[in-house]
């Protein structure tokens, strides 16, 4: 665990508790620095959050624009969550913003601090933009004590953490819907129909006006880049460097935000080109796993997602490369012990492909249980004590294709292991 990490894990709860009445009041007891960022895009939603916030980041920055961003979780170092006009936030003024949370933080839960520290820094830090993914769920998200958004944006939702949000897919919209406010655009991206009827009943009672991904513009993979269009628009454009199809609707919400904000199309084909978003389809082949791949001449890819709908997306991409360029295929699966390792691995039925299950640091679901649930759904699954055994274990039985994926702290795990795949 990285230095910052274990002091906020001592010094504050760390239950999950959504309720904005603390938060409120740490931020008042700090001069309320919510009300002092930039201009903010709000991003809420279930898959796709922070593809979208390094979407909407590298074209306004490619405009020219200083911009904050705030994500969460970090995968090795905290520093990744604030980044101050464009960087990660120095180790310095982190422990010396958070010197001034804990003066007056009283019970303020990590993910409650931790939202103040990066308000208080990009309140006094000059910037044009800030752009703020939401934490959990939406209206009691501790970021949801931004009263005045420019730009709020929904990604698709779907069902997690259901001990919070619970099980029913509208009231799980009804909570993301809650960063929509009055007199603030909202752009949508592409949801089931119960989820959208949430999201518009939300947006009438606020008087918000919406551009939904579907509806008012959509976008397609065309000729090895992509297309966007809305009724009296066309952009002919490149797909985004994020590696996967479902990465063609993150970018259509990413422009129709630009758009919204008066971003040039010169900053938008620039942003998609640069864009970069680590643990999300990342191709790996540096530090010891990509080396040890490159070294059998295997390709290692790297994915966080971690409920259905990524597993469908993570099924999706190895699909379009095994019909592309067909080679033996492995998972190495660790999951968070609360997470639907059923659903996920359903997506995954028709790979074909042999998994390996590990563990990791935290509430992670045992091996044998996690491979139990991979079996149950018709596929080869086998214990391993380590990302690294279960590496060499795929390797030596000629896997050509490995993924690592499940998890964002079992993708954390696996960036921390060398320097060279650290996120900048």
Request: net charge negative; charged share 20%; hydrophobic share 50%.
């Amino acid at each position: 665990m990285d230095p910052i990490s274990e002091r906020l894990r001592a010094r504050h709860p760390q239950r999950i508790d959504l309720s904005l009445d603390r938060m409120r009041a740490l931020c008042a007891a700090l001069g309320d620095p919510q009300h002092r960022l930039p201009p903010v895009v709000h991003v809420a939603g279930t898959n796709g959050k922070g593809s979208t916030v390094a979407l909407i980041r590298a074209v306004a920055e490619a405009a020219g624009l200083k911009v904050h961003a705030y994500t969460s979780p970090h995968l090795v170092r905290f520093n990744e969550r604030i980044r101050l006009a464009g960087r990660l936030i120095e180790d310095d003024h982190l422990h010396a913003i958070l010197d001034r949370i804990e003066s007056v933080s009283g019970e303020a839960t990590v993910f409650e601090s931790t939202t103040a520290a990066a308000f208080l820094a990009m309140a006094e830090t000059p910037a044009d933009l800030a752009v703020i993914e939401v934490g959990l769920g939406g209206v009691l998200d501790a970021t949801n004590v931004i009263e005045r958004p420019l730009l709020s944006v929904i990604t698709p939702v779907d069902y997690d953490h259901a001990e919070f949000l619970g099980t029913d897919l509208a009231g799980i919209a009804s909570e993301k819907a809650g960063v929509l406010k009055a007199g603030a655009p909202g752009v949508i991206g592409r949801q089931r129909e119960e989820a959208f009827k949430a999201i518009e009943r939300r947006a009438a009672n606020v008087r918000a006006r919406l551009t939904v991904l579907g509806v008012d513009f959509d976008a397609w993979a065309e000729r090895g880049g992509m297309a966007f269009q809305t009724a009296d628009l066309f952009m002919d454009l490149p797909a985004p460097a994020l590696a996967g199809a479902h990465q063609i609707d993150n970018a259509a919400v990413a422009i129709a935000a630009a758009l919204e904000l008066d971003l040039p199309e010169s900053a938008i084909i620039e942003g998609l080109r640069a864009v970069r978003w680590p643990a999300r389809l990342q191709r790996i082949s540096t530090g010891p796993y990509g080396q040890a791949a490159k070294a059998a001449e295997a390709e290692l890819w790297l994915d966080g997602g971690h409920n259905p709908h990524a597993g469908r997306a993570l099924a999706a991409f190895l699909a379009e490369r095994q019909a592309r360029a067909p080679r033996p295929l492995a998972l190495i699966c660790g999951m968070l012990g609360n997470k639907d390792a059923g659903g996920f691995f359903a997506a995954l039925k028709d790979s074909q492909a042999t998994v390996f299950t590990v563990g990791f640091d935290g509430a992670a679901a045992e091996p044998a249980a996690l491979a139990a649930v991979a079996r149950g759904h018709g596929l080869a699954a086998t214990p391993a004590g380590s990302v690294g055994e279960a590496l060499d274990l795929a390797l030596r039985l000629g896997a050509g294709r490995v993924a690592i994926c499940g998890s964002l702290y079992l993708a954390g795990e696996v960036l921390g292991a060398s320097p060279e795949t650290w996120p900048v």
